[in-house]
């Protein structure tokens, strides 16, 4: 049986992340039933969004500009870096709307048995910023995963010397978390840095 | 803010089953950082699919022809016709590889709470295909909840004298399910179709 545009549609959907053959048919198949609805619209947004969407050439944001809307944005505070691994933990912190700052997009995390190391990443750049700028303090916002922990060690022994503050995460128990449901560590860690009320 | 290109991907991602917004927004990003790999072919493909694909004009079935596949193959049993619900109905039982007769997709099931009526199925064309051609069998494959069974009971009446022989899918176990997790509607189906070994 030949290959028709349905599987090829479908195939296309199963390369989505959280969309198995399975909700990949499914999708096609709602697809199919929008034509006009969705389905065009949503071709014409991907192809928009491939033709517009690019790297700030400053911190890595994507945006449809060549330096992102958070960088060229006045109202927020320049002198503050918050450094991420990916976009998507950008998105996250803006959505969380507590923080005013510039950011900085790593691009992954060293990962020496995957072969990423510090020149795979927006490393010297940062440098670079830190350098020759005025910033007065870097967060390493960076998981709090093995990865991810070695990547914000290395990053502030890069950094020192040409900013005054580096600031890592708080650990703790996530809000509205059960303390029957935590992990040790984040229990030890909640423990630890526990302040008076 | 102004909602950019990325944002108007991420809304139209979200329209799809199986994909909140949180996934949508990781598709998003996935999708951004494949532009020509994956985002130009997932754009191509739709847009095929939007202009190519139609519902096959005997049984339901999506296709790209008039007539679809199923519907042309000679080597297929023109006499059998499986009545299901939804063409990803048919794509399942055509998955099983183990029917190779003829299918007919009623586009739903009735609910009169939801206003659809018979009129609203394609059970006239059911009909008429019964009644102009020497079909010996209707399987009525329609799923096992109250809707799908009164449907089904509906069309077997609409049926009567004009088909030898109207047939449902058994009840029992699913195959690899184990007892103890199953309802006991099923349990009690099981048990009263058992047969020797």
Known sequence: MPITDIDRLIQMLAKLPGLGPRSARRAALSLINNPDAVMRPLALALTTAADNVK?????????????????????RDGLLIC?????????ALERSATYSGHYH??????????????????????????????????????????????????????LEGFVAKITVL???????????????GTLAAALRDRHTV
């Open 55 to 75: 790297a700030c050439s400053i911190c890595g944001n994507l945006d449809t500009t060549e330096t992102c809307a958070i960088c060229t944005d006045t109202r």
């Open 105 to 158: 997009v790593l691009g992954g995390v060293l990962a020496p048995l995957d072969g990423i190391g510090p020149d795979d990443l927006a490393i010297d750049a940062l440098v670079a910023r830190a350098k020759n700028s005025d910033v007065t303090e870097i967060i390493l916002a960076t998981s709090a995963t093995v990865d991810g922990r070695t990547t914000a060690h290395y990053i502030s022994e890069r």
């Open 170 to 184: 708080a650990h703790g128990i996530p809000v509205g978390g059960e303390l029957d449901y935590l992990d040790d």
């Open 83 to 91: 450094v991420v691994e990916q976009v998507g933990d950008l998105w």
